[in-house]
């Protein structure tokens, strides 16, 4: 601000002139620090202004984290430095860091990471306790830091599709994105005419590499579909029921007529489970290394594929299940009944943890989302419901169809994909894992045949229908995650890599136990057994080793500690002790009173007022 | 035995002889005969002891004599002369000599008298006591010295042993330049040029000239600060000087001067300032002003006014005193009128000058730059309501005024016909006044979003007027967000088009418009009716159609048969994929038609209501009855206990409600899982009282499947560090900086308590004395 003129060319001559009679000397690098100090001059102001520009987005969200460490570690570090001394800032070029400390983190993002919840109070505590507690929040702190800043690695970015002002995308139709996008794009839409075995089920391997397929006449076949070389093809004779990839690419469960078969890439025959048998659907869990399988005789039966063992056979109660979904967020299996209702289930409980009634007639199909928050179903009155998995399980959406949706799927970005006869629908809502829009569809497509199967394809936009004449892939922009974890599911990854990832995936393997509605349960402490824990403690120790100490007066002096003082004043704590006591009880017991009293008034209101009970009533038998 | 103890006893003897002489050093001259005297004496002992030999009498107490075998170890026992000895007797004989050779011995026996007598010593355990307590306290205080360096440690993330670190040497870049030298062509090149120029090669920022040339530079800039810096404290001392010494002044008078002119200049200043700046000096006083009746400095409250209140009934001084702050603390307080006063009179001319412009301008100019717009908005709201009452009569009729929304909306409108058309349309006016009643009804109606069908219905049929209004609400209702979706559906832009160029012609009669807009209403009326009717159809039956949609909202959540058949928002979308065929409103009523039908037979609702039930009475614990009948009352067969006291002994059982209680098509099942609670957490660990406090410890993950690599290496760094191949020694004082003296302190806890310092002694003598 004081240096603007001189910098600035037309300065007056004036001045000039005047400058010249101080005879003020020109330092070769005055420019340079004229600069500097006013980039870097210590008054607020001007420094704030230059955060401002830095990161326009800051100011609305900093008042949320002013105390943490993330603001701080933006802005506080900078200052010392400045202020230590000017010189050993400017390295030996003379040039000078124009952003001074470390990056900025935007807020919002760093929030994603921080998990724990500061809105539960907390009991008082110890001044150890506390430590403690401030220890986990900086790590926390330092640990959502870093993660935020590694999400610039993230570099790719979703596509999707829009329509010129007015343009409906739902008319845009294949041939013409495939005209749109590069070849590259444009090969991953292709149609397999296979009319001879019969309507497909298809499934993608967890990578999105690979493409299982089984036809309703026996006809099972799984190759890498990007290439497009084929793995195996084989007809097992048999009518297919679904078709599944267990944790790589390398076995195939498949559900035949009467047993369940394993298969290799190579289409040989591994296992014939007899214990699973006449399954309709199977549903694989990756991290618990369970597969699930669903039977016309009404079990749910979960298999241990890395053990072979069967951990639970659960007895549905509902009769034929053919409707079954996993939740990708906590493990839990979703079944469909023919009586509107879904039922959530876990190996660990013999029961479903949740039944929802969700429709009129039967449950046609269920897909949940891969942030395990919504869940739609279709059901035979026509109808299409988006319910909310928070706890509350209320319908968000409906909407109705005019034929019904047979098959459902949600892709990784929270399109939902309705296949109703021949035709499919899908929905999209507004940015990522956000509740589609049922109004108006992203994407139609029509189909030669009515559709068997669908899912969306693991980090490719592109949606994979088998139908009765064959497969169709499809493609859908901004359906999938750009972004891959290359430690976690690798498309690109070799042999040697899956090996590995393999003996990884197993070493981590979760117990099948813990599979329960609240995945995060198992940061919680079973507060049950602790109180029955502390209680038998007591027990057993004959007193309460963290109850308070009765009160002991502290001696006094000059003679006024004899004992009958100390003794009135134990007695004085005592009753104030014991009249606390009595004054909450009978507060709570007033509280009882007026409940009661509000409840016979209730009563009272709905019964008529009867006569006045006679002398005579008695004798009444 | 015996004979032991004889010896024994001639030894003592032998010893009290030596100690009864005790100054044996110099002669004393005795008699002879006493010698004698004690010759047989001794004999006479010997016998006797020798006598005692024999066992009878062994123990006999010896009659008397000087010494004797119980005499005790201190003094001389003076039992045969009957008076106590004297040292002063003792020495009656040296006096009356005052013989030379006796000058040393009475010098020595003053010494004697001089010391003191030494204490008991005390006992063996209590000394053993002290000093343990003595060491303990040393000890103790030596070892605190560790305390930060222990609480440190286990505060540490991290410890690493071996503790003592090699100071890696930094060694500064010069010194390692110095040792090398350009050996490679391009170094030497390099180096040529930068000795070429000049150019600093190892440490040094600047050149040698720029170096120079910031010398040069800095000193004169220096000289230059320097000087001001000079100037500036000595003027400061010469005003602090000054101001010491008129401080030191004791003169009344010349203070009283100093007071009235100072006095004088505010004055003259205030009236300079009030020419020029005539606000800012009415701010003074007002702040004078406000001053005074916050502080009531002048109303007689000060320390010094009290005191002449006192005085006040005698001296006539301090009473006038009195007066005079009185009088200057109203003339303070009225100060603000008076200038209010003065400020008006010099407005005075500026308002005859005001007069004669039209009040509408000075209005304006009044009220931009008056002081105090409250006090001056009198003179000009007489016009300003001559100018509302002007709009008031300007303004069409009061009826057009009364309440609703669209009626606002319409009042310009309304002018322009009247200012238009003022005699033809008045009947129009009339009739449209009567139909923006109905539009305000039906407006209403819909805020409430009742939404009954039969009434738009009526309104639609008889007058198309009506739907003038109807349109001409309709976008301004919408943005409330209150209309309810099936009438935000509506293609609101097909009707406000109408609207939007009827404004310009709303001068053309009305009959006109309404043939107009006869085709597009009727459009649109098939438009949204049979959505809308769909909608009352499905749910006639149910008995929702009456009650209000808000509530429905509301019910929604409770009501079962409404959750199920609740009706999409978007029925009826406008896009319809172009590959479906398009279904017509009729036929999806016959489909749903058609579906009711096939789900009559099995109620869906009702069996899981049955289901929830149960399961509600399954899970339930029971409540725990205690009565016994016939305790205290008549009890057999036939007779119950009263419901009082069966209240009285029921315990209900405990237990949070259901989660599901207020979803009624939920059933969650409040089972604990068994199987995952045993992989929880089921002992809190130490410093934790409540398992809250624990679990927010262990809510952020530590796997590097959730973190990043560096995350998750600075997650799991061990606690304890280790080199191999290095030997691990306890922890030195020299290793956490304790150079000096906590090493010699260690070392005497360690040397303890053989050996104790003379400090320690003196601490342990005085302890002994208390």
Known sequence: METAPKLGRDVPPKKDKLQAKRKKPRRYWEEETAQSAAGASPGPPSNKKRNQELR????????????????????????????????????????QDPFPGPAPVPVDVVQKFCRIDKSKKLPRCRSKTRNRLKVAETEEEETSVTAARSELLLAEEPGFLEGEDGEDTAKILQADIVEAVDIASAAKHFDLNLRQFGPYRVNYSRTGRHLAFGGRRGHVAALDWVTKKLMCEINVMEAVRDIRFLHSEA??????????????????ELHCIRRCDRVTRLEFLPFHFLLATASETGFLTYLDVSVGKIVAALNARAGRLDVMTQNPYNAVIHLGHSNGTVSLWSPAVKEPLVKILCHRGGVRAVAVDS?????????LDHQLKIFDLRGTYQPLRARTLPQGAGHLAFSQRGLLAAGMGDVVNIWAGHGKASLPSLEQPYLTHRLSGPVHGLQFCPFEDVLGLGHSGGITSMLVPGSAEPNFDGLESNPYRSRKQRQEWEVKALLEKVPAELICLDPRALAEVDVISLEQKKKERIERLGYDPEAKTPFQPKPKQKGRSSTASLVKRKRKVMDKEHRDKVRQSLEQQQQQQEQQQQQQHKQEKAKPMRARPSALDRFVR | MTASRVAESLLALSQQEELVDLPKNHPLSVSEDEEDSDRERKHQKLLEAISSLDGKNRRKVAERSEAGLKVSEFNVSSEGSGEKLVLADLLEPAKTSSSPSLATVKKQLNRVKSKKTVRLPLHKEEVERILRELAFNKTSQVLSKWDPIVLKNRQANQLVFPLEKEQSAFAPIEHVLSGWTARTLLEQKVFNLLHKNKQPVTDHFLTPMEKASLKAMSLEEAKMHQAELQRARALQSYYEA???REKKIKSKKYHKIVKKEKAKKALKAFEQLGKVNPTVALEKLEKARIMERMSLKHQNSGKWAKSKVIMAKYDLEAHQAMQEQLSKNKELMQKLQIALESEEEERGPEEVEELLIPGVVNKVQMNADGPNPWMLSSCTQDSREAETHEDLEELPEPVAHEVSESEVDEGPVAEEEILLKEFEEWRSL????????????VGSQETKESSSQEKLSELRA?????????QSWKPKASPTGTVPQAHREEPSLEEEEPLLLQRPKRVQTLEELEELEKEECSQSQEFFRPGLEGQQLERNPNNLSNAPKEKKKKEQMLDLQNLLTTKSPSVR????????????????RDQKQMIKEAFAGDDVIKDFLK???????????????????????????????????RRHFLIKAPGPPRKDKNFPNVIINEKRNIHAAAHQVQVLPYPFTHHSQFERTVQTPIGSTWNTQRAFQKLTTPKVVTKPGHIIKPIKAEDVGYWSSSRSDLSVMQRYPKQLSMSHKKQLKKNSVD
């Open chain 2, 462 to 470: 008889p007058s198309q007027r009506f739907k003038e209004n109807h």
């Open chain 1, 371 to 379: 942030t395990g928050t919504y869940m739609a179903t279709s059901g």
């Open chain 1, 56 to 95: 326009p987005q800051r100011p609305k969200n900093t008042h949320i984290l002013k105390k943490s460490r993330i603001s701080k570690k933006l802005q506080v570090p900078k200052k010392p430095r400045e202020r230590k001394n000017p010189e050993s800032q400017r390295s030996l070029s003379g040039a």
């Open chain 2, 242 to 244: 000054r101001a010491q």
């Open chain 2, 430 to 441: 009339r009739r449209r006044s009567e139909l923006s009643q109905d539009a305000e009804l």
């Open chain 2, 611 to 645: 289901e929830k039930r149960d399961t509600i009475e399954a899970s339930k614990s029971k409540d725990m009855d205690l009565t016994l009948p016939g305790w205290g009352k008549w009890g057999g067969m036939g007779l119950k206990p009263s419901a009082k006291k």
């Open chain 1, 251 to 268: 076995l195939l469960a498949v559900a035949q007529n009467r047993w369940l078969y394993i298969y290799d890439n190579q289409g040989i």
């Open chain 2, 573 to 588: 979308s406008l896009a319809v994929p172009t590959t479906l065929k398009e279904v017509d409103d009729e036929e999806e």
